[in-house]
């Protein structure tokens, strides 16, 4: 093997049992020189089992491989596997796409497009199990919701926006140790409490303003305020409406 170290072209020789690069004598002109890359890797099931590329760096879409000992008979099973001992081979590209093209269709169920591509291919050909096109499906869920998984800088972030794009968010206050305030309204629901929580309400429009507890609302906790419309009944039952 020879490499070029520091501009110098060298050989690999064992001196006192240790590998060191001896230069060449005569060193070689610049037009004779061919320079090949490569690279090793191994099974991570087999550490015998060798693989080496290599190519030339003037031509890298040429490549020759290689490989050293023998390959496993039998692939061991997946890593993140816990409930099976079976050996894991990888699911073909083509059969995927095949999952999400029958999901992708209306009103069709994992249950149903696992029966359907294991009925009309053959086993090398079909989906792993069941599972696995549930999988696929909640992939295609996740990938359908631009902001799940989105932390929280990115949510203060949509928040921030909303101020310019959302008429229901009027006011966002930051304090320093403090978490984030959002004020959110409609116009509406302004000019009702204008109506039935003042003084200048009639009495038998009147309401009283009341401020419900703060409760968990996923990420984030919620205070409301209510106050009962008495401009609005449910239909049939007489009962006001609460905003």
């Not at 009925?119 to 989906?127: A, K, L, M, Y």
């Not at 799940?148 to 926006?161: C, F, T, W």
């Not at 038998?204 to 009341?210: A, C, H, Q």
Request: charged fraction near 25%; hydrophobic fraction near 30%; charge should be positive.
């Amino acid at each position: 093997m020879t490499r070029c170290v520091n501009k110098v072209y060298c050989k690999q020789h064992m001196v006192d049992k240790r590998r060191r690069w001896i230069p060449l004598d005569p060193q070689p002109s610049e037009e004779n020189v061919v320079a090949v890359t490569s690279y090793y890797s191994t099974l991570k099931s087999d550490s015998s089992y060798r693989k080496r590329v290599s190519w030339l760096e003037g031509n890298p879409g040429v490549a020759v491989y290689e490989y050293q000992g023998q390959p496993p008979m039998v692939n061991q099973p997946h890593g993140g596997a816990r409930n099976t001992d079976g050996e894991y081979v990888r699911t073909k590209p083509c059969v995927l796409q095949g999952i999400r093209e029958g999901l992708s269709q209306k009103r069709a169920t994992p249950r149903d497009v696992y029966e359907e591509l294991v009925i009309g291919n053959d086993s090398d050909s079909r989906p792993r199990d069941h599972k696995q096109v549930r999988n696929v499906a909640q992939q295609m869920t996740d990938t359908g919701c631009p902001h799940k998984g989105a932390n929280v800088s990115d949510e203060i972030q949509l928040v921030l926006q909303s101020l310019h794009n959302k008429s229901f968010v009027k006011h966002v206050a930051f304090r320093h140790g403090k978490l984030p305030v959002i004020v959110a309204y409609t116009d509406e629901q302004v000019r009702d409490l204008s109506r039935f929580c003042t003084r200048n309400a009639p009495e038998n429009m009147r309401s009283v303003l009341g401020i419900d507890r703060t409760f968990n609302l996923g990420p984030c906790f919620v205070t409301l305020s209510v106050y009962r419309n008495m401009a609005a009944v449910i239909c049939g039952d007489l009962r006001f409406i609460c905003g």
